[in-house]
């Protein structure tokens, strides 16, 4: 048998042919990311044997933990039964019980499963599915997509163009006459002497204006993660979503919930809108957490009022689609997840755990270069802030980077962006695994206070 290649090898190939997702162009053949040799439960393994605590969950995905032979087993099992049927002319019996569950977890109406190969796919499944109805209505001019600043929501065409993340330097080209984007929702930069309700006033009063200069004949629909994830964990203050959505409805526009990271269980729930916030959007998205990572699908879920609206009297393709949309292993695996989330009663143990998890969180604040800490559920993020006028951001660039080198040294993994760290652990971790990675990084926070404190 042929000898298996050496971690020199992986890693020198991997530099060679791989393009990872948002490498810096000018040093794409100089990375030296680590190689994962095994996963199990909430850790990672490196090819020294080192082990990880899993801060991020592989991409806020991994909910059920690494290393569930029985996923392994229904996949292989789906393989060997059938591994694919093209959704365009076949059922499966996967894709069909997944449909049916997916519908009863979603909140009102939302009883229409649109099945994709991710989070961006459903995303742009959800935009051009109102493009689709606005259409069908005869209002082709109401088109524009209100989104928000830090918000993301992939990398496909149309998802990125309603991302409102920083934009990283590049030359990828966005749809910019399609999208408006309302200003940073985040409570944490709002004035020294302004009160969350007030600021709370003032976000809603940013739709209100969109409205009222767009006009609500052109305006689509508002796409809003339930927590913006990737632009730093970013918890929206109390009644914002019911107020922006209580807006839309006034005025007809859709509302989209992006559920790619809050469904499956990081707040406890299959899906927040309606459980955690109290809205029953016109469709949501989620992806990640459905098959815990074992698997690429996504889900777009509509409503049945919207469906409806979509009809044509004569014979109008919605020709939007995938050829692993309603892939029958990728469903198989979530039909296993959903399983396992059930009979070990992970949605019960977030919801149990999530208090103390957000405490040990909120204890971080005591550190002088810890600005914020925030989160909700089993997700949270530090960020670091050295001064009030700014004149330290570039140190601030650098301690997110900085905490991720030294917690990864002590063992824990966790996501840097820019000047904060964000971790999404999988939904199993438990108190003493929790009391583990907080002491990690309290560690971490200490001594990479001393490199930036004089």
Same mark, same amino acid.
């Given at each position: 048998?042929?000898?298996?290649?050496?971690?020199?090898?992986?890693?020198?190939?991997?530099?060679?042919?791989?393009?990872?997702?948002?490498?810096?162009?000018?040093?794409?053949?100089?990375?030296?990311?680590?190689?994962?040799?095994?996963?199990?439960?909430?850790?990672?393994?490196?090819?020294?044997?080192?082990?990880?605590?899993?801060?991020?969950?592989?991409?806020?995905?991994?909910?059920?933990?690494?290393?569930? !032979?029985?996923?392994?087993?229904?996949?292989? +099992?789906?393989?060997?039964?059938?591994?694919?049927?093209?959704?365009?002319?076949?059922?499966?019996?996967?894709?069909?019980?997944?449909?049916? #569950?997916?519908?009863?977890?979603?909140?009102?109406?939302?009883?229409?499963?649109?099945?994709?190969?991710?989070?961006?796919?459903?995303?742009?499944?959800?935009?051009?599915?109102?493009?689709f109805m606005n259409n069908s209505l005869g209002r082709p001019n109401k088109k524009i997509?209100?989104?928000?600043?830090?918000?993301?929501?992939?990398?496909?065409?149309?998802?990125?163009?309603?991302?409102?993340?920083?934009?990283?330097?590049?030359?990828?080209?966005?749809?910019?006459?399609?999208?408006?984007?309302?200003?940073?929702?985040?409570?944490?930069?709002?004035?020294?002497?302004?009160?969350?309700?007030?600021?709370?006033?003032? !976000?809603?009063?940013?739709?209100e204006s969109a409205i009222e200069s767009i006009g609500a004949d052109k305006i689509g629909?508002?796409? +809003?993660?339930?927590?913006?994830?990737?632009?730093?964990? *970013?918890?929206?203050?109390?009644?914002?979503?019911?107020?922006?959505?209580?807006?839309?409805?006034?005025?007809?526009?859709?509302?989209?919930?992006?559920?790619?990271?809050?469904?499956?269980?990081?707040?406890?729930?299959?899906?927040?809108?309606?459980?955690?916030?109290?809205?029953?959007?016109?469709?949501?998205?989620?992806?990640?957490?459905?098959?815990?990572?074992?698997?690429?699908?996504?889900?777009?879920?509509?409503?049945? @009022?919207?469906? @409806? #609206?979509?009809?044509?009297?004569?014979?109008?393709?919605?020709?939007?689609?995938?050829?692993?949309?309603?892939?029958?292993?990728?469903?198989?695996?979530?039909?296993?997840?959903?399983?396992?989330?059930?009979?070990?009663?992970?949605?019960?143990?977030?919801?149990?755990?999530?208090?103390?998890?957000?405490?040990?969180?909120?204890?971080?604040?005591?550190?002088?270069?810890?600005?914020?800490?925030?989160?909700?559920?089993?997700?949270?993020? *530090?960020?670091?802030?050295?001064?009030?006028?700014?004149?330290?951001?570039?140190?601030?660039? #650098?301690?997110?980077?900085?905490?991720?080198?030294?917690?990864?040294?002590?063992?824990?993994?966790?996501?840097?962006?820019?000047?904060?760290?964000?971790?999404?652990?999988?939904?199993?971790?438990?108190?003493?695994?929790?009391d583990d990675m907080f002491e990690i990084l309290e560690q971490a926070i200490i001594k990479?206070?001393?490199?930036? *404190?004089?």
């Open positions: 048998m042929k000898n298996s290649p050496s971690s020199e090898d992986l890693h020198s190939w991997d530099r060679e042919h791989f393009i990872h997702p948002w490498h810096d162009m000018n040093y794409w053949r100089d990375y030296d990311n680590m190689l994962v040799t095994e996963a199990d439960g909430i850790y990672m393994y490196d090819e020294t044997g080192k082990k990880f605590i899993d801060g991020p969950g592989g991409m806020w995905c991994v909910q059920i933990g690494y290393g569930q !032979k029985e996923m392994a087993e229904a996949i292989a +099992a789906q393989v060997m039964k059938m591994p694919f049927a093209s959704p365009w002319t076949n059922v499966t019996e996967p894709s069909a019980i997944l449909a049916k #569950k997916i519908a009863d977890f979603a909140p009102g109406d939302l009883n229409n499963v649109f099945f994709t190969t991710g989070g961006s796919t459903a995303v742009d499944t959800a935009l051009r599915a109102m493009q997509i209100l989104a928000r600043e830090k918000g993301y929501h992939g990398s496909t065409y149309l998802a990125a163009s309603v991302s409102g993340k920083e934009r990283d330097i590049t030359k990828f080209d966005v749809e910019s006459r399609l999208v408006h984007f309302l200003p940073n929702v985040n409570p944490y930069i709002r004035p020294d002497d302004m009160s969350v309700t007030a600021w709370c006033d003032a !976000k809603v009063r940013d739709l629909a508002f796409i +809003a993660e339930p927590i913006l994830s990737s632009g730093g964990v *970013i918890v929206p203050p109390e009644g914002y979503h019911k107020r922006t959505f209580d807006l839309c409805r006034q005025h007809e526009i859709l509302y989209i919930s992006d559920e790619v990271v809050t469904g499956f269980g990081r707040l406890g729930h299959w899906f927040a809108s309606e459980t955690v916030y109290g809205i029953k959007p016109d469709m949501i998205t989620c992806a990640k957490g459905l098959t815990s990572g074992y698997l690429p699908l996504g889900a777009c879920i509509i409503s049945d @009022e919207m469906m @409806e #609206k979509m009809a044509h009297k004569g014979e109008v393709l919605f020709s939007n689609g995938y050829t692993y949309s309603g892939h029958p292993v990728s469903c198989a695996a979530a039909l296993k997840n959903i399983e396992i989330l059930e009979r070990e009663k992970i949605l019960e143990h977030v919801r149990e755990v999530s208090p103390y998890f957000q405490n040990r969180l909120a204890e971080l604040k005591k550190f002088p270069i810890v600005g914020d800490a925030r989160g909700h559920g089993l997700i949270g993020c *530090i960020e670091a802030r050295l001064s009030k006028d700014g004149s330290r951001l570039e140190d601030e660039r #650098k301690i997110g980077m900085r905490l991720d080198e030294v917690c990864n040294d002590m063992g824990l993994i966790v996501r840097p962006l820019i000047n904060m760290c964000v971790f999404s652990p999988p939904l199993i971790i438990s108190r003493s695994q929790i990479v206070s001393k490199e930036f *404190i004089k």
